[in-house]
């Protein structure tokens, strides 16, 4: 296991994107691991007067919004909600698609089919419309927005965890496990999946991304959980001062790009370092 760790980590590391962008996201998950010692206090409570530029007060050194509340307080703790928001989506994503993806693969037939059409019908429906539908149905508390990104990204997962499968499950191992008389469940999910899963991690890390995009999305549109600092939910309040006080939706805004750009890098980083295909490049 160890040389395996050891080779997978020098794989990671011939990618130089891949490496600053898992630096980024550790910067960001340390900022949001932080944020309760460094502003213990609400971030949503008001501190100072309306509009503050960054670097003018050394208080608030990224500004204050419209209402006078600390805009460095509420990036530090909207990190906490867009990464917990990201991680807890792409994990519901995962689950659904790969119980999907190699229920379909493994069995073929008319649960193939069915599996394949209904999740076909999801991909359909525009995603963010279908966001926006399950939070307002549901509620806007931030458990409400997880499970709504995580109902909604999953079906790429799905295609892919069954393409994967349909090329595994007719090898060697698979028959000699059905000879041997182990049940389907531990077949697929003990002996085809660990084969499989390289390249649904690699995906799973990309959910995330778009996670982060949805919940800002979300936020934007005033559907977010309004009892927990956000950066789209900055960006929403801001947009009505863009041409004054632009800074109110450049900071966020720019924190966003940053963690997406940064978690796409390491997805990248994974595809290189996991695909056998790549190895060599």
Excluded at 76 to 99: K, V
Aim: one cysteine or more; charged letters at 15%.
């Amino acid at each position: 296991m160890l040389p395996r760790t050891i080779d997978f980590a020098r794989r990671f590391a011939r990618n130089r994107a891949a490496v600053v962008g898992l630096l980024l996201v550790i910067l960001v998950i340390g900022i949001a691991l932080a944020a309760p010692w460094i502003y213990p206090r609400n971030p949503l409570r008001i501190v100072g007067r309306p509009e503050i530029w960054p670097f003018v007060n050394s208080r608030f050194p990224l500004g204050t919004d419209s209402l006078g509340r600390d805009i460095a307080a509420m990036i530090a703790y909207g990190a906490r909600t867009t990464l917990l928001i990201g991680l807890c989506a792409s994990i519901t994503a995962t689950l659904i698609g790969i119980t999907v993806g190699a229920a379909a693969a493994y069995f073929g037939g008319w649960i193939d089919e069915m599996l394949m059409r209904f999740t076909e019908l999801f991909q359909t429906i525009p995603n963010l419309i279908f966001v926006l539908t399950i939070v307002a149905i549901l509620g806007q508390k931030l458990e409400y927005v997880t499970i709504a990104v995580g109902v909604v990204t999953w079906t790429p997962i799905a295609r892919l965890t069954r393409a994967e499968f349909l090329s595994l499950r007719d090898r060697e191992f698979v028959q000699a496990c059905r000879a041997m008389g182990m049940s389907n469940l531990r077949i697929m999910f003990g002996e085809i999946l660990p084969n499989a899963l390289p390249p649904v991690i690699v995906l799973s890390s990309l959910v995330i991304a778009g996670a982060v995009l949805f919940e800002s999305a979300v936020s934007f549109l005033g559907l977010g959980d309004p009892n927990v600092s956000s950066w789209g939910r900055l960006i929403g309040d801001g947009r009505t001062l863009i041409r004054t006080s632009w800074y109110i939706c450049a900071v966020p805004g720019l924190a966003i790009m940053l963690t997406v750009l940064a978690l796409n890098l390491v997805g990248d980083g994974l595809n290189d370092a996991l695909n056998p295909k790549l190895r060599d490049r």
